[in-house]
């Protein structure tokens, strides 16, 4: 066979190799995936593919608890909130007429005082109020578009009930209104003593005679609350024969009160709440 012959028939990866020497095989390619057992689940294509399903869950709501009605019956000063225009506080003060003393001048009162019985009016609707009332001032008192017209005529044990509580208070009152509860079926509405009349954070006097009644308040929601009174502060305050209480800085602000009916009263309550107007009062 001739030399050309042979070198055509050569074949493999060693062709045209000197004699007597083999190529070096080709290295392997290296990789840089880690064993499929130290991978990751997602990298591993040895492992069986489980389809999930992405479920939204909601975040739980946060529960809100009504808060407890708090009582205030012992003698003492309390501030119940404070808000930029002050501290809304309140003074009770049981026993600032004794006993015997306030016998007398609740049944004086009740025979003498010229009470009269208001048409209220809400939403257009109009009625009778369910109590007794009676306004003494110099000035014209409107509330709930019913005005009190001017009365300097002064009973004088109102007079010497006023001095009375100026002199333990230091404040200076003008004017005065008197609620009558006839029976368990008379009571005031919520509502706040904010009118124009009685100026920015009124201080306003309540001195009661008769049977006790509760004397309800509740703290004015925030703007956040859309006018909800759900989860608000609440207090009960019992007003005995002889009870005095003040109600001063903020407390109209941002507070409202309430005499509900009481079906367990024992017979009528007196309660005369003194003030003072600064100006002539806006119909509201």
Known sequence: MTERRQRARVQGGWAGAPAG?????????????????ARPAWMRKD???TQKQFVFEKPSEV?????ETGVIDKPGVYELSKVPSGIARIHLIPGFI???????????LL?????????????EVSFEEPRLTSWYG????????????????WH????????????????????????????????????????PSLGKNPVIASLSFGATRTFEMRKKPSPEENGDYTYVERLRIPLDHGTLLMMEGATQED????????LSSMGPAFCSRIASCVNHPVLC
């Open 47 to 49: 492992q069986p593919h």
């Open 98 to 108: 004794d006993s015997e003393q306030a016998d007398w001048m609740f049944e004086q």
């Open 21 to 37: 020497r083999l190529s070096a095989p080709k290295a392997a390619v290296a990789s840089n995936l880690a064993p499929a057992a």
């Open 255 to 262: 507070w409202q009160e309430i005499t509900q009916q009481n």
């Open 138 to 153: 110099e000035l014209p008192y409107t509330y709930s578009r019913i005005t009190m017209q001017p009365n300097p005529n």
């Open 111 to 123: 025979q003498d005082i010229p009470w009269g019985q208001r048409t209220h009016v809400r939403h």
């Open 63 to 67: 529960e809100r608890k009504v808060p």
């Open 156 to 195: 004088p044990l109102l007079t010497m009930l006023k001095e009375r509580i100026e002199e333990f208070t230091g404040y200076t009152f003008n004017s005065l209104l008197c609620n009558l509860y006839r029976n368990e079926k008379d009571s005031v509405d919520w509502h706040s003593d904010d009118e």
